[in-house]
């Protein structure tokens, strides 16, 4: 198992692993249809932002992706994993090659918008909910959470 940068033509696998993770939450369908735009990795997409796969006998099993802001400060944009490797410790080493990139980067603060089902992963490895935001769907929220490095 590796971590490689990804491909422009990735981008149809990023999209399915995308749509595939998130329906994990309990998502619906057609909640999932309605996310279409926001879920759709795109080539340029992978051509204008640092984005790395998690593969496995040439098999993409998951990725992240991040865009890199102002002041040393970065987003981790997208952390996603095929469902069948959710809770198997591959978000955890993921996450450690993210971190890891980071600082090798000097980078100061790692902000995210976080699943809410994914809070608690988050606040496992460092991350404090510094605020939240009200989603398409009503009464949801999503954790805006921050670490300085």
């Known amino acids: 198992?590796?971590?490689?940068?990804?491909?422009?033509?990735?981008?149809?696998r990023l999209t399915e692993i995308t749509k595939?993770?998130?329906a994990f939450w309990g998502y619906s369908e057609e909640q999932i249809l309605a996310w279409d735009i926001q879920l759709t990795i795109t080539s340029a997409y992978?051509?204008?932002?640092?984005?790395?796969?998690?593969?496995?006998?040439?098999?993409?099993?998951?990725?992240?992706?991040?865009?890199?802001e102002e002041n040393n400060q970065v987003k981790l944009d997208n952390?996603?994993?095929?469902?069948?490797?959710?809770g198997k410790g591959l978000g955890i080493?993921?996450?450690?090659?993210?971190l890891q990139r980071m600082r090798n980067e000097k980078c100061k603060k790692i902000?995210?918008?976080s699943e809410p089902n994914t809070e608690q992963f988050y606040?496992?490895?460092g991350f404090k909910k510094v605020g939240?935001?009200?989603?398409?769907?009503?009464?949801?929220?999503?954790?805006?959470m921050e670490m300085n490095l």
């Open 46 to 68: 992978i051509q204008n932002n640092p984005v790395f796969n998690l593969v496995e006998d040439n098999k993409i099993m998951g990725y992240y992706s991040y865009i890199i």
């Open 93 to 98: 080493y993921l996450m450690n090659d993210f």
């Open 79 to 86: 952390l996603f994993l095929l469902p069948e490797y959710i």
């Open 1 to 12: 198992m590796n971590i490689q940068k990804a491909k422009p033509e990735d981008h149809i």
């Open 132 to 144: 939240e935001f009200e989603t398409s769907i009503k009464n949801r929220f999503m954790p805006i």
């Open 123 to 125: 606040q496992k490895l």
């Open 111 to 113: 902000i995210l918008d």
């Open 20 to 22: 595939k993770s998130k």
